[in-house]
């Protein structure tokens, strides 16, 4: 069975940092790529960051917090950490990790369930 959990989120304040974790099990990372997403109230979920350890352990982050956020892969824990620096009051949103079948365009086979960014100003 596929599963992705998250955690990790939390209320922090602006400019403090958070690491979100994606734990994955039924897949390897050959399989499929990670991509984190965010959904903010009352707006669409968007694409944050990936990364494909079968594209060479390649990453991709939007220009919203490219710079700020790192995403990276511990193979032993089967665990996709996403490390927010800098934490805007715009970050605050659910955060979802996700398997990606597909990377161009993102194509998501299973989510997991999210976990809440508060960002306070």
């Known amino acids: 069975e596929v599963q992705l959990v998250e955690s990790g989120g939390g209320l922090v304040q602006t400019g403090e940092s958070l690491r979100l974790s994606c734990v994955v099990s039924g897949f390897t990372f050959d399989d499929y790529a990670i991509g984190w997403f965010r959904q903010a109230p009352g707006q669409e979920r968007e694409g944050v960051s990936c990364i494909s350890e079968a594209d060479d352990g390649s990453t991709y982050y939007a220009d919203s917090v490219r710079g700020r956020f790192t995403i990276s892969t511990d193979f032993l824990k089967k665990t996709v950490y996403l490390l927010m620096n800098s934490l805007k009051p715009e970050d605050t949103a659910d955060y979802f990790c996700?398997?990606?079948?597909?990377?161009?365009?993102?194509?998501?086979?299973?989510w997991g369930q999210g976990t809440r960014v508060t960002v306070s100003s």
């Open positions: 996700a398997a990606l079948y597909d990377t161009d365009p993102w194509t998501v086979s299973y």
